[in-house]
């Protein structure tokens, strides 16, 4: 739209310039054409200076219009130029947009299957960890049992000693006596 609003601007002011020209050619052959007459046919000249006059300032003014047309031009298409430039940074970012948006639903797939492997691994590690307070629970129970077993073998140990002591009391009190 933008484009065509320029080229329209473009055709515009060339059809202007063109027809700016024209005039200025005729007037050009005008006046050659009023100069071949000889002097006893010479009309009034104060009447053709008027009208020359007349020409020559419709002429500068539209010379001059037809500047400030294309300054005006000049000044739209470099607003024309700086429009378009912004618009289109704006259409490649909702491009963008629309992009991500169209990944939107795989990337919320990702999420549900990474939520539920996360549920699954919260399950996996408190399955673990009730087996880990289990084998916690059976290295007690095997640590009190070695401390028994050892505690009953000190406890053989001792009254084996005490026995042979006795034994020994009993053998020197047999000795002893009258």
Known sequence: MLETLRERLLSVQQDFTSGLKTLSDKSKEAKVKSRPRTAPYLPKYSAGLDLLSRYEDTWAALHRRAKECADAG???????????????????????????????????????SLMASLAHLETSFEEVENHLL??????GQCE???????????????????????????????????
């Open 74 to 112: 000049e000044l739209v298409d470099s607003e024309v130029v700086m429009l378009s430039a912004h618009w289109e940074k704006k259409r490649t970012s909702l491009a963008e947009l629309q992009e991500q948006l169209q990944q939107l639903p795989a990337l919320l797939q990702d999420v549900e």
């Open 134 to 139: 289990h084998l916690e629970d059976l290295c």
């Open 144 to 178: 009190l049992e070695r401390h028994k077993q050892a505690h009953a073998r000190h406890l053989e140990d001792y009254k084996k000693s005490k026995r042979k002591e006795l034994e020994a009391f009993k053998a020197v009190l047999y000795l002893l006596r009258p």
